[in-house]
């Protein structure tokens, strides 16, 4: 007789399999994951490691913003990472380096991260992070919208063309995305597999 498989209905991402009452229950739970997010995302941009010849450095906070996303689903993931880019435009200290505020050359990643958020956040909902496979595409996408935000402003903030803004926003950050990318493949099937089985 076959074993039956974990309940993993498409529309649900991994923040739906928390427990929640109805109504006021369900609205703390997802402010907390907001939150949560949002403190996630700040702690692991001080996770920064200075690239030479780039205003950008390697941090955590991308590879944070792309879990929040997937994890919480689109309009969590957006709420997340639109509190973690607000609240450092007002002064809080955590985008990477300790920075708060909006003028600095790397801010348009944080932008791209909230957009990044709602893009992985809904594939996640369709299914895309299930599979080794598909999370990794959804986090190439992921990062690619970043880039894409990110590099542009780069290249309008510290006046480079967009073949050096590139160079120093971009290359240099290559194969610390593709090690995100494989761990990500690992982490969320997994906790999926986890989280079925209780469910």
């Given at each position: 007789?076959?074993?039956?498989?974990?309940?993993?209905?498409?529309?649900?991402?991994?923040?739906?399999?928390?427990?929640?009452?109805?109504?006021?229950?369900?609205?703390?739970?997802?402010?907390?994951?907001?939150?949560?997010?949002?403190?996630?995302?700040?702690?692991?941009?001080?996770?920064?490691?200075?690239?030479?010849?780039?205003?950008?450095?390697?941090?955590?906070?991308?590879?944070?913003?792309?879990?929040?996303?997937?994890?919480?689903?689109?309009?969590?993931?957006?709420?997340?990472?639109?509190?973690?880019a607000l609240a450092?435009?007002?002064?809080?200290?955590?985008?990477?380096?300790?920075?708060?505020?909006?003028?600095?050359?790397?801010?348009?990643?944080?932008?791209?991260?909230?957009?990044?958020?709602?893009?992985?956040?809904?594939?996640?909902?369709r299914g895309a992070?299930?599979?080794?496979?598909?999370?990794?595409g959804t986090m190439?996408?992921?990062?690619?919208?970043?880039?894409?935000?990110?590099?542009?402003?780069?290249?309008?903030?510290?006046?480079?063309?967009?073949?050096?803004?590139?160079?120093?926003?971009?290359?240099?950050?290559?194969?610390?995305?593709?090690?995100?990318?494989?761990?990500?493949?690992?982490?969320?099937?997994?906790?999926?597999?986890?989280?079925?089985?209780?469910?």
């Amino acid at each position: 007789m076959a074993t039956a498989a974990p309940v993993t209905r498409t529309g649900t991402v991994l923040a739906d399999l928390l427990p929640a009452r109805a109504g006021v229950g369900a609205v703390v739970r997802d402010a907390a994951l907001v939150l949560g997010g949002a403190v996630l995302t700040g702690v692991t941009a001080q996770i920064a490691v200075p690239v030479p010849g780039s205003p950008v450095p390697v941090t955590g906070q991308t590879f944070a913003a792309l879990l929040v996303g997937t994890s919480l689903g689109a309009r969590r993931g957006f709420l997340s990472l639109a509190l973690y880019a607000l609240a450092g435009m007002a002064g809080m200290p955590w985008f990477a380096d300790g920075r708060s505020g909006a003028g600095f050359a790397s801010f348009g990643y944080v932008l791209g991260m909230m957009l990044a958020a709602t893009v992985v956040g809904t594939l996640a909902r369709r299914g895309a992070d299930r599979s080794p496979l598909r999370t990794a595409g959804t986090m190439a996408l992921g990062t690619a919208v970043v880039y894409a935000v990110g590099v542009p402003y780069l290249a309008l903030s510290a006046h480079l063309s967009l073949t050096d803004a590139v160079a120093a926003g971009l290359t240099p950050f290559l194969i610390g995305d593709a090690l995100k990318a494989a761990l990500a493949m690992g982490a969320l099937p997994a906790a999926w597999k986890l989280l079925g089985r209780r469910g």
